[in-house]
DNA sequence: CTAATAGTGTCTATTAGACAGTATGTT
DNA sequence: AACATACTGTCTAATAGACACTATTAG
């Protein structure tokens, strides 16, 4: 069949030449956490937490996933994440990167889904303490070994965790791919979303100011270095630290109140 | 409507509720050329180069594209570019990564396509000179201001450009969105495709050993280093380059032959 | 001999790591 | 006073940038 010019192919081409995937989007919603200190000189804890819902429908009823939904027609693939959180988690105008786009053949199983998967950092303080009837925000905390990873979930009513291997790509020394060991709580594959935006949120914390899409308008150097330790899953060195954030961070003339020790300047984001 | 467990669920569960787009996977193909050198004496001249497919059919026949083809439902998600490489380029068991998906509404004039796009490294001198019919090696240069690049496509034959527009994404300092300004003679948003995957490149060529990929089993670090310097898109100090890559390679004991100048050394990746 | 690249020594500048010290709030 | 954190000084180690020098081949 030939045609004359590209008008005519396309009013005879038919679109179902091919069978067709449905696509949805994942939405890792992921921010910092504080812990109550155990002691009035302490300062609080912090840790990465994520924001899961409970499924109330088939498949995976009553188990933990990621707020997510079906990709429309005439919606730009970037909006899709942007309606999902606008609608179901009330999030509006907070940072957004796609992830990564999964597409196993039995990731779910009503029938061939993929999922453009998307990492969103959100300031807790900025939001309501209950976004939405199913959704809980779960702190995140793993270990790790040169094949595996186990990560562990915990709010105050309940906890669990995942198990991932890792499998050195062939062709590379430096690229894995994932594949969960054990999964007692999560559904479809969402334990590999949640480990995916991890190692980039710890990947991209050192070379641009993510951070600061997670942080309040003005915070402690405490704080901020609390929160680089957590994604970087280390210890830093105060005066190194320092060093590094320098030109990200102005002083303003405000400090820090009812610390049980010296109280700090508080900062802010320089752009 | 309420089941008794997921089984009945999904007996009963309707695939069609929701539309589905097609799905297509792209592959930009990355490798190195080199150029007769003007003078007995001088070495060759590298660059980077990108292999593209001449369209036989609408939309956009007669124009050039990058690899690709449907997703099929019964294959995983990385396993579709993989068997595209096999069955069109004749490339198998390569280095290949995810680069990004691409979802705009129009992108695509038949119907609604989204592209989940990859990156391949070979070593050219691997393949046979002519892989397909239609496809032919384009070498790639650019020209990049803060919020231009204007990309050149060359080969024997044609030469062509593009240009793209970088929008700093609302919330940050350092993520762009690019826009196409112009294009002549590529088919679809496939200027999108092939700018991400040069940054991706530049960016990973510093913390991985991808670039190995593309080099032959032996090599100097003389033409290891304008490989670098291809691909970082600026010229680098002897020196500092051999003391960075010193660990990634090994001496062995053969040498060029035939240079107009003093001979190197062969060396090897070292993994 | 000359042009062109190979390969190394070394000095300097910058950045990162480590530790120790002083400062200052709350109870 | 004592604890906990804030904040800084400084020494050292490691890394990156720059330049200059010697070596070696084809023609």
Same mark, same amino acid.
């Given at each position: 069949?030939?045609?004359?010019?590209?008008?005519?192919?396309?009013?005879?081409?038919?679109?179902?030449?091919?069978?067709?995937?449905?696509?949805? $989007?994942?939405?890792?919603?992921?921010?910092?956490?504080?812990?109550?200190? !155990?002691?009035?000189?302490?300062?609080?804890?912090?840790? @990465?937490?994520?924001?899961?819902?409970?499924?109330?429908?088939?498949?995976?009823?009553?188990?933990?996933?990621?707020?997510?939904?079906?990709?429309?027609?005439?919606?730009?693939?970037?909006?899709?994440?942007?309606?999902?959180?606008? !609608?179901? $988690?009330?999030?509006?105008?907070?940072?957004?990167?796609?992830?990564? !786009?999964?597409?196993?053949?039995?990731?779910?199983?009503? @029938?061939?889904?993929?999922?453009?998967?998307?990492?969103?950092?959100?300031?807790?303080?900025?939001?309501?303490?209950?976004?939405?009837?199913?959704?809980?925000?779960?702190? /995140?905390?793993?270990?790790?070994?040169?094949?595996?990873?186990?990560?562990?979930?915990?709010?105050?009513?309940?906890?669990?965790?995942?198990?991932?291997?890792?499998?050195?790509?062939?062709? $590379? !020394?430096?690229?894995?791919?994932?594949?969960?060991?054990?999964?007692?709580?999560?559904?479809?594959?969402?334990?590999?979303?949640?480990?995916?935006?991890?190692?980039?949120?710890?990947?991209?914390?050192s070379y641009t100011d993510i951070v600061f899409n997670m942080m309040p308008e003005y915070f402690t150097l405490g704080?901020?270095?609390? /929160?680089?330790?957590?994604?970087?899953?280390?210890?830093?060195?105060?005066?190194?630290?320092?060093?590094?954030?320098?030109?990200?961070?102005?002083?303003?003339?405000?400090?820090?109140?009812?610390?049980?020790?010296?109280?700090?300047? @508080?900062?802010?984001?320089?752009?």
């Amino acid at each position: 069949m030939s045609y004359k010019n590209e008008e005519e192919f396309l009013a005879h081409y038919n679109p179902n030449e091919f069978d067709r995937p449905s696509v949805t $989007t994942d939405i890792l919603i992921v921010s910092i956490s504080d812990e109550a200190p !155990t002691n009035y000189r302490k300062s609080k804890k912090k840790s @990465m937490s994520i924001l899961l819902v409970k499924r109330d429908d088939y498949p995976f009823k009553d188990m933990w996933c990621l707020p997510g939904g079906f990709l429309r027609m005439d919606e730009e693939l970037e909006d899709a994440p942007k309606r999902i959180l606008a !609608t179901e $988690t009330n999030l509006r105008d907070i940072y957004l990167e796609q992830l990564y !786009t999964f597409g196993g053949v039995h990731r779910d199983p009503r @029938m061939r889904v993929l999922s453009a998967s998307y990492i969103a950092l959100v300031d807790k303080n900025k939001l309501p303490e209950k976004i939405h009837e199913n959704a809980k925000w779960f702190d /995140v905390d793993y270990v790790e070994d040169h094949d595996h990873v186990k990560v562990y979930l915990s709010s105050e009513e309940e906890n669990f965790s995942f198990e991932i291997k890792k499998i050195l790509h062939e062709k $590379t !020394t430096d690229r894995y791919r994932f594949e969960i060991v054990s999964n007692a709580a999560l559904a479809f594959d969402h334990p590999l979303i949640i480990w995916s935006g991890i190692e980039r949120l710890k990947n991209k914390i050192s070379y641009t100011d993510i951070v600061f899409n997670m942080m309040p308008e003005y915070f402690t150097l405490g704080e901020l270095q609390k /929160v680089y330790e957590v994604i970087l899953h280390k210890k830093l060195l105060d005066p190194a630290f320092r060093r590094i954030i320098a030109d990200k961070v102005e002083k303003t003339e405000f400090m820090e109140t009812g610390a049980g020790h010296r109280p700090s300047y @508080m900062y802010r984001y320089k752009k």
